[in-house]
């Protein structure tokens, strides 16, 4: 049945396509006059948390009702923002692009963003068939639905925030000089958890070491014997170190460490404001490492990056170090390249730490 659908939406889209092609004239938005702008963004976490930049320069700039678009996989990155004034969580198939359809009819929605760097033949359905205005997105194979697209700057020199910050001169607004950075909103409740946690563990004036184990694919574990060598460095340092884990992962947590030295928690708000009272995070998880851009957490990342030439998903403006393997998995990073790169690193970031305290 799932392939069915799939070879029915992609003839369907091929439909679509030719009707654009053909209608000669695009609609031009008048300058500064967004109302209601609908953004789409599906798929997972780190793909909605590198978004909310501009989510939040187009609020800030034109002051519109803006509405989100999710999925089940990644709305809860968009919890509590104060630039989304309604987050909706697609459902799939087409009664879910009706349904999407029929709100931005509702609403009066405007302007229709489409948020992704390659195709999605879901999102085109919605772009092509919806009412509003304007369509915005970067310039894709599928150009012809939208009434207006942007150059998609180089994938393998820019940063994916700053790609997709490209989209705001759609809007005629110009961010050049201004401290972006990536945005999310723990609720008060998770940072008095994570507060709690810590104070019942560690002195307040510790420097506190996040050593996050979990990542989307098993392919980016480190390897239980590796994490335990990194635990026995950090050692030798004045500072205290705890593990983070998804709970699926306790098991592997269990073979690195004691219980009291890990926390595993599948509440995501709770996870982030964990990550925000740290003072330095190693991850293998880029979702993670933009939690850290969010509070601005030195990071040190271990990345796959197999049978692809675009640019690392780095914190963004953040300071960070990395380890990079082509391979498929992080496997055969020996933890010597870690401790090559990782010890200058954390060394200058206690230095810093000290000056401040």
């Given at each position: 049945?799932k392939?069915?659908?799939?070879f029915?939406?992609?003839?369907?889209?091929?439909?679509l396509?030719?009707?654009?092609?053909?209608?000669?004239?695009?609609?031009?938005?008048?300058?500064?006059?967004?109302?209601?702008?609908?953004?789409?963004?599906?798929?997972?976490?780190g793909?909605?948390?590198?978004?909310?930049?501009?989510?939040?320069?187009?609020k800030e700039?034109?002051?519109?009702?803006?509405?989100?678009?999710?999925?089940?996989?990644?709305?809860?990155?968009?919890?509590?923002?104060?630039?989304?004034?309604?987050?909706?969580?697609?459902?799939?198939?087409?009664?879910?692009?009706?349904?999407?359809?029929?709100?931005?009819?509702?609403?009066?929605?405007?302007?229709v963003?489409?948020?992704?760097?390659?195709?999605?033949?879901?999102?085109?359905?919605?772009?092509?068939?919806?009412?509003?205005?304007?369509k915005?997105?970067?310039?894709?194979?599928?150009e012809?639905?939208?009434?207006?697209?942007?150059?998609r700057?180089?994938?393998?020199?820019?940063?994916?925030?700053?790609?997709?910050l490209?989209?705001?001169k759609?809007?005629?607004?110009?961010?050049g000089?201004?401290?972006?950075?990536?945005?999310?909103?723990?609720?008060?409740?998770s940072f008095?958890?994570?507060?709690?946690?810590?104070?019942?563990?560690?002195?307040?004036?510790?420097?506190?070491?996040?050593?996050n184990?979990?990542?989307?694919?098993?392919?980016?574990?480190?390897?239980?014997?590796?994490?335990?060598?990194?635990?026995n460095?950090?050692?030798?340092?004045?500072?205290?170190?705890l593990?983070?884990?998804?709970p699926e992962d306790?098991?592997?947590?269990?073979?690195?460490?004691?219980?009291?030295?890990?926390?595993?928690?599948s509440?995501?708000d709770?996870?982030?404001?964990?990550?925000?009272?740290l003072?330095?995070?190693?991850?293998?998880?880029?979702?993670?490492?933009h939690?850290?851009?969010?509070?601005?957490?030195p990071?040190f990342?271990?990345?796959?990056?197999?049978?692809?030439?675009?640019?690392?998903?780095?914190?963004?403006?953040?300071t960070?170090e990395a380890?990079?393997?082509?391979?498929?998995?992080?496997?055969?990073?020996a933890?010597?390249?870690?401790?090559?790169?990782?010890?200058?690193?954390?060394?200058?970031?206690?230095?810093?730490?000290?000056?401040k305290?």
């Open positions: 049945m392939k069915v659908e799939v029915l939406k992609n003839i369907l889209l091929k439909v396509l030719i009707v654009s092609a053909r209608k000669s004239g695009k609609t031009e938005e008048k300058l500064n006059n967004f109302k209601s702008i609908l953004f789409i963004r599906l798929n997972r976490i793909d909605a948390l590198v978004s909310t930049p501009l989510l939040h320069l187009v700039n034109i002051g519109c009702r803006i509405f989100l678009l999710a999925d089940k996989k990644n709305y809860f990155a968009f919890n509590n923002n104060p630039d989304i004034d309604k987050l909706v969580i697609f459902k799939k198939g087409f009664m879910g692009i009706y349904e999407v359809l029929k709100m931005i009819r509702e609403n009066n929605i405007d302007t963003v489409d948020l992704h760097d390659d195709v999605s033949t879901t999102v085109s359905f919605i772009v092509a068939l919806s009412s509003a205005t304007n915005f997105a970067l310039k894709k194979e599928n012809l639905i939208y009434t207006k697209t942007i150059e700057p180089d994938r393998s020199k820019v940063h994916v925030v700053d790609r997709l490209q989209l705001g759609l809007f005629n607004l110009n961010f000089g201004k401290q972006i950075r990536i945005c999310y909103y723990p609720k008060i409740k008095e958890m994570a507060d709690n946690f810590l104070k019942n563990r560690f002195d307040p004036n510790n420097f506190i070491v996040g050593i184990i979990s990542a989307g694919s098993r392919a980016r574990f480190w390897g239980t014997n590796n994490y335990r060598q990194l635990i460095f950090l050692s030798n340092y004045d500072l205290s170190y593990l983070l884990a998804k306790i098991s592997l947590a269990r073979q690195i460490i004691d219980e009291e030295r890990f926390i595993f928690t509440d995501f709770n996870f982030c404001a964990l990550i925000s009272r003072n330095f995070l190693f991850t293998p998880d880029t979702s993670t490492v939690i850290a851009a969010v509070f601005n957490i990071v990342g271990i990345y796959v990056n197999y049978d692809t030439d675009e640019m690392i998903w780095t914190p963004y403006n953040t960070y380890v990079i393997t082509k391979e498929p998995t992080l496997h055969n990073i933890f010597n390249e870690i401790e090559n790169k990782l010890k200058p690193f954390i060394e200058r970031i206690l230095k810093s730490y000290a000056k305290t």
